[in-house]
């Protein structure tokens, strides 16, 4: 963020956030509502590098009319409790249940095409995203150019991926799990690649560097989803 002379909100700023629903909003609405936020908060980031960590953001508590609903928003729980992998399978599960998704091949979807994984668990959220950030760099600079673009565009050093777009299928996301102790999640995703479009002006996309780069990752790295 220095680099480019972006601003950027220091770590541990809270903020109040006040939703209101529309009064033709139904009970479905509002259910799918919390749905969207709980996926965009606990397996999401927000804002620049939001694919590398940057931007998590943590809920510490959810009211209702002074009541505190966190722990069961409709039946989703908001903070993470217990074996972690558990609280996000359920809480998985929970959602699915209420969106009652229907599957597309062209785009990637949640419940077939994610893979979510733990890395490790630190008492620093920077550790972790230093340690992931130097095994990242160090896989993407043994790969030839025209490869390692699975993992995102653009890359401005090179003139003719400096100006096209994709989102990076590898996310790694910070949980605060309990009182000084941090976890990382790493969300791959694995899409069809028979009918999914990388970019329109590429062609030939090397999906598997994805996927070994998870497996540099050896024993360190346990798969609790799906």
């Not at 909100?9 to 709980?38: M, Q, R």
């Amino acid at each position: 963020m220095q680099l480019t002379k972006r601003r950027a909100v220091p770590e541990n700023k809270t903020f109040d956030l006040k939703i209101s629903f529309h009064p033709k909003a139904t009970d479905d609405d509002i259910k799918k509502f919390f749905c969207a936020l709980w996926l965009a908060f606990n397996l999401g980031n927000f804002g620049s590098r939001a694919r590398r960590g940057f931007g998590s953001i943590k809920i510490e508590k959810i009211e209702e009319d002074g009541s505190h609903i966190t722990n069961n928003c409709y039946g989703l729980n908001f903070v993470p409790s217990g074996d972690l992998g558990d609280w996000i399978k359920q809480n998985l599960n929970i959602i699915k249940n209420i969106i009652k998704p229907s599957v597309r091949k062209d785009i990637p979807y949640l419940f077939e095409n994610f893979e979510i994984c733990i890395f490790k668990n630190d008492s620093s959220w920077q550790n972790l995203l230093n340690e992931a950030g130097e095994k990242y760099k160090n896989f993407r600079q043994k790969e030839r150019l025209d490869d390692r673009i699975v993992f995102g565009l653009p890359i401005i050093t090179v003139g003719k991926y400096k100006n096209l777009r994709r989102a990076s299928p590898l996310i790694f996301k910070i949980l605060e799990t309990g009182r000084n102790n941090y976890t990382l999640l790493i969300i791959i995703i694995k899409p069809d690649t028979h009918k999914f479009i990388f970019h329109p002006d590429i062609k030939n996309v090397g999906w598997d560097l994805i996927t070994n780069f998870v497996e540099s990752f050896e024993s360190n790295l346990t798969r609790i989803y799906p």
